[in-house]
Nanobody
Framework: QLVESGGGLVQPGGSLRLSCEAS????????IGWFRQAPGKEREGVSC????????NYADSVKGRFTISRDYAKRTVYLQMNNLKPEDTAVYYC????????????????????WGQGTQVTVSS
């Protein structure tokens, strides 16, 4: 399973680091993606990291502000979010892609098949 944490309330311009901890999974077999869904809006892909960690993608709306990384020993994928804006407010989810052992690429439009429960991020003054 995947368990997200690290969400909360932060002022515009602030930072948060989200964590996605995997249990029962061999992380270097899977690309992991971060997604978000704001009230009344469709879910959108935010960022993904390949199974090997060498490939990363970001949505245009977060490029230069968000950074994805992974720690294999801790079985955890992180999303560092800096310079947060009110429009970043959403429930953030992590998800895993199909097996691709040590793969070097990831796609946000892939068919992710296991999702966490989500963590709320609210950016407001």
């Amino acid at each position: 399973q995947l368990v997200e944490s690290g969400g909360g309330l932060v002022q515009p311009g602030g930072s948060l680091r989200l964590s996605c901890e995997a249990s029962g999974l061999t992380l270097h077999y899977y690309a992991i993606g971060w997604f978000r869904q704001a009230p009344g809006k469709e879910r959108e892909g935010v960022s993904c990291i390949s199974a090997s960690g060498s490939g990363k993608n970001y949505a245009d709306s977060v490029k230069g502000r968000f950074t994805i990384s992974r720690d294999y020993a801790k079985r955890t994928v992180y999303l560092q979010m800096n310079n947060l804006k009110p429009e970043d407010t959403a429930v953030y989810y992590c998800a895993k892609d199909a097996p691709d052992p040590l793969g070097s690429s990831c796609r946000l439009d892939s068919d992710y098949d296991l999702w966490g429960q989500g963590t709320q991020v609210t950016v407001s003054s």
